[in-house]
């Protein structure tokens, strides 16, 4: 539910970047690049959250950020003035955006599908699909529990706080919505381990 994510973020936004240092500095820094590698034109990040992603951003890119709590987006808006980059950063609920159809070239989603809710997977990816324009690419970075028994262990010793704190979970399964969503995956890899991947999709066909 959209209030109570909110309410978490409104929470933790304070202690996020501080709480994420060393997974940024020893997993995501190396990661990120990847997000936007060879992407160019217009691009969405959805779920923006304190920016991490803008020092990633392609430079002569135009890049709209979006993310349901506002307590997150004041940081970004902080982060992206030091960075002095022109991005856009919008109060915006990921499932129900109000861009028109095909409006960017590419979108890109890190760490936001393990954060929403199982019943509000469908629509977000329906709805970022939407706002892809045919032949562009959706790039998600997402969290999965380990097949390892040991590391998968850990992980679920990990799941409580993971979710008081963020509201996520690593068995969102984001994947098994992609057909119904009108996707098609590119191409899917894990980056870190096997916990970490990134899923590159196709957006629906344009109207024929
Ligand atoms: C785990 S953080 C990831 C932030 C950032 N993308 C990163 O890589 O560090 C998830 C973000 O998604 C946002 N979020 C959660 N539900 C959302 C929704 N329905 N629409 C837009 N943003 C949402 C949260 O407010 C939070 O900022």
């Known amino acids: 539910m959209p209030r109570d994510k909110k309410r978490t973020y409104a929470r933790i936004a304070r202690f996020y970047d501080f709480l994420d240092g060393p997974f940024e500095k020893s997993r995501y820094r190396t990661l990120r690049p990847r997000l936007f590698e060879g992407l160019s034109g217009r691009i969405l990040d ?20 979006i993310d349901l709590s506002p307590a997150m987006l004041s940081r970004a808006r902080k982060r992206r003035d030091e960075a002095g980059r022109a991005v856009e950063l919008m109060e915006m609920d990921a499932r129900r955006t109000t861009f028109p159809d095909g409006h960017f070239d590419a979108v890109v989603a890190s760490f936001l599908f393990c954060v929403l809710d199982y019943d509000d997977q469908l629509p977000a990816l329906k709805e970022l699909g939407r706002v892809c324009k045919p032949g562009g690419e959706i790039r998600l970075l997402e969290y999965c ?19 008081w704190a963020y509201g996520a979970r690593f068995d969102r399964d984001t994947e098994r919505y992609i057909d119904e969503a009108g996707l098609t995956l590119r191409h899917k890899e894990f980056v870190y381990g096997d916990t970490l991947k990134l899923l590159i999709l196709a957006p629906p066909d344009g109207p024929a």
């Open 46 to 65: 959805a779920g923006v959250g304190t920016g991490r992603n803008i020092d990633y951003y392609p430079p002569e890119s135009e890049v709209t950020g």
């Open 145 to 163: 529990y380990s097949e390892d028994p040991r590391q998968r262990f850990v992980m679920r010793l990990w799941a409580p706080w993971v979710h």
